[in-house]
């Protein structure tokens, strides 16, 4: 059966129905409507963790639980959360945790070269519609097949970059190594178990405290077999699998079909061995490179962004060109963004260029596509400029007008909260040409003088150079 939120009334009944507002709601019901909305943290509930209210507390927990399970990956500076889904259909809800995008490195790289990557990996960044679109983890690998190289690689990776960790290999002595240098600071996942070494890879996992990858290339019974051994009889509750991508005649669509039915049985069966994080291996490619290297990392960017629709939660690569990254980011970015809401960015003042204190100020709304025009478009004319966002919850400028969220309130709360009367000398606000018809409650909300823009951003430029004169400035504010 597909997952079905919980009533709220049912969440509330096992609350401790006191209205204490500890979890920063008024209510207890108020709570629990948030906690089924996936706007509120069950342990935000704080007296809910108490000992009277423990029976409770895992009661709710089970009834708000992902079919497929959360895996939280961790460095000392950063968490990576794989799996957690709700859904088979992002229509359905949304998607929870982006696929997480992993590069490798291997032990054999000297020095030099393996920082290199790492700080390529760590720093590579897309901005888009208001976003920096990122790769996520560090897949180690071992092509020395030398624990005391893994163990000196493993050092330079912790030392040179912040991402989460996969440790890969088969040979246990080989992740040990790897595992002994983080030392309990990181939660990385191990690749992999498989039929020969399950047992070894259950040791390092149980006593590091990490996630475990199974993996069966081309064969499901067996990995729906070890994913009951190790996770029943051994004990390991965070575990991933990994079914085996192939390409090929034949590959490509068992590759499809193993990721599908998986994720199928999590969510429709509730299939217990199933309703763990899929990793995808896009990488494998590589084993059998086509002449052309290009050729070869076409085919895995699009491998890669077929696992991610088809539902790998983790994916490690060894391209890390932007063009074949570049797709990638950005499909991630359209499947994971929640399709009931408008993708909106946050609310602020924005400097463009190297504003100063004669520079115009502009207002926009916080549809995120509408944001990244303006700003562009600003951008582009050369202009240093102060770009006031405001809140329409994620509506553009006409729609916004339309529903009245583009008020002379929002924009007032904007000019307190970021000080901007103080970077200022003149208080003129410039507004979009679709806004035009809600100037005067700019105006008398912020007692600023507001001059009504073009009614498309890219005329911006031109805008600027006509009206933004010491002469029409003093009109302006005179007038
Ligand atoms: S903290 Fe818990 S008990 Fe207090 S109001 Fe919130 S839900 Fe109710």
Known sequence: MPWKAPNPIEIYKM???????KCGEANCMAFAVKLI???????????LLEEGYRENYQKIKALVAPPVREIALKSPQRTVKIGGEYVLYRHELKYMNPTAIAIDVDDSMDKDTLIKRLKTIENFSYEYVGRKLKL????????????????????????NCTLPLILCSQDPRIIEAGLS????????????????????????AKTYNSALTIASPGDLDTLISLAKTLTEDVGIEDVALDPGCFTGIGGLSYTIKAYTQLRYKAMNEGYKYASYPLIGTPISIWTKPHEDPIQTMMWETILSTIMMTRYADAIIMHSLEGWTLLPLVM????????????????????????????SPVFITSNYALTYSIVSNDIQKGGLNAWLIVIDTEGLAVDVSVAAKKFIGDKVLEVIKESGLEGKVKNKILIIPGKAARVSGDIEEATKWKVVVGPMDSSEIPSFIKKMWTPEKIKEILEG
Request: hydrophobic share 35%; glycine share 4%.
């Open 37 to 47: 909305n996936f706007e509120a943290d069950l342990d935000q509930c704080t007296p």
């Open 136 to 159: 996520d983890l560090v897949a180690l690998r071992s092509t020395s097949k030398d624990p005391k190289q893994y163990m000196k690689a493993t050092q330079t990776v912790i030392e």
């Open 181 to 204: 240098v983080l030392n309990g600071r990181y939660k990385p996942l191990i690749y992999a178990a498989t039929k020969d070494n399950w047992r070894e890879m259950a040791d390092l």
């Open 331 to 358: 499909w991630r970015f359209q499947i994971y963004t929640d399709p009931r809401k408008p993708v909106a960015v946050e609310k602020g003042l924005r400097a463009i260029g190297n504003p100063d204190e004669n």
């Open 15 to 21: 609350l401790p129905k006191t209205n204490c507002g």
